[in-house]
């Protein structure tokens, strides 16, 4: 019975990590707020189909995603995921509001993906012609938001004398646009490669707004002490991909193409947009390195709709401790 019962044993065990095998431990999941659908989210997919992260030790078994950076930071507190990716008003809001979180990294550093757009017909030329506009914004308290009445102090034009319209998304902006509903609408990247020549551009956001931050790598202070290793490990394969896509952005379009479920030309077009792009000299995906001014300067855009109140404690809220040693020091 004994032999029976060692045997019995064995056999468990042997299924047990034939099932979840000891690598199996490592493996973990990360949040990337609007992953296959804005530009922000690419470098994962070209870290993921080429194999970046598998060679800095780890798998990321699968990203989670939503429409939105406070949806994206629920799913990451609520999964227990060491890493996630979400815009810096939403983390700060949270913070203020008692999560226990740290920005540990800084990976948009612009918003050159956004557009503001019109009809070919449309009267409007420039943001200086946005009097009694009807401009779309995604949702309440979003960085689209912020930035269209960022576009009305461009133009010099009252925030009264326009109207912002909720759209609930920017494809429903798109859509708000066609119906007449708005008279011009944020259009980001992918969206504006594939639908450039539809529209006619009123506004750049690379050429007319400072570098604002777009999203932060963020952890919980629990994931911090357990999972250190692997949230390196992630922002190091991020770093990797980023420098490729610079360097390979026809390839790393047809990477991002699988994963957002668009045409390679669209994906293609995307890339090489985002990887020239220069804000006042700064890049749109940044290597993790923290960038204070643009950190600051979005913290404003969110005080303008609400989203943040009171002043940030910006020693409190950063963490450096996972990047690598030559982009630790924050650039100010």
Known sequence: M???????FGAAMALGFALFPP???????????NFGVSANGMPFAV?????????EGITVTGIITSAGGGTSLRNMLAGGVPYGEVNPGVVIAAIQQGADLKIISDNVLTVAEFVWAVKPDSPIKSVKD???????????????????????????????????VRTGGF???????????????????PLWSKLKDKYRPI??????????????GVTTANMAAEKADFIRAVIRARRT???????????????????????????RASVRNLTTSRTNGIPYWGTGQIHLAGLKAMVDVQ?????????????????????????RAIVK
């Open 2 to 8: 004994k032999n029976i019962r060692l045997h019995a």
């Open 23 to 33: 690598a199996a431990a490592q493996a973990q999941q990360i949040a990337v707020g």
């Open 47 to 55: 870290a993921m189909e080429k194999g970046y992260f598998k060679a």
């Open 130 to 164: 946005l009097k009694g506009a009807k401009i779309g914004y995604t949702n309440p308290r979003s960085t689209s938001q912020g930035l269209a009445m960022l576009l009305l102090q461009k133009g010099g034009v009252a925030a009264t004398d326009a109207e912002l």
């Open 171 to 189: 494809g429903e902006g798109i859509a708000a646009l066609d119906a007449g509903l708005i008279t011009v609408a944020a259009i980001t990247e």
């Open 203 to 216: 506004a750049i956001a690379s050429e007319i707004l400072p570098p604002l931050d777009n999203v932060v």
């Open 241 to 267: 991909a980023v420098e490729f896509m610079n360097k390979n952005p026809d390839e790393a379009g047809d990477m991002v193409a699988k994963h957002y479920n668009i045409e390679p030309a669209v994906a």
């Open 303 to 327: 005080r303008m709709v609400g989203s943040i109140t009171g002043e940030v404690n910006y020693d409190d809220i950063i963490d450096t401790r996972f990047l690598p040693e030559d982009i």
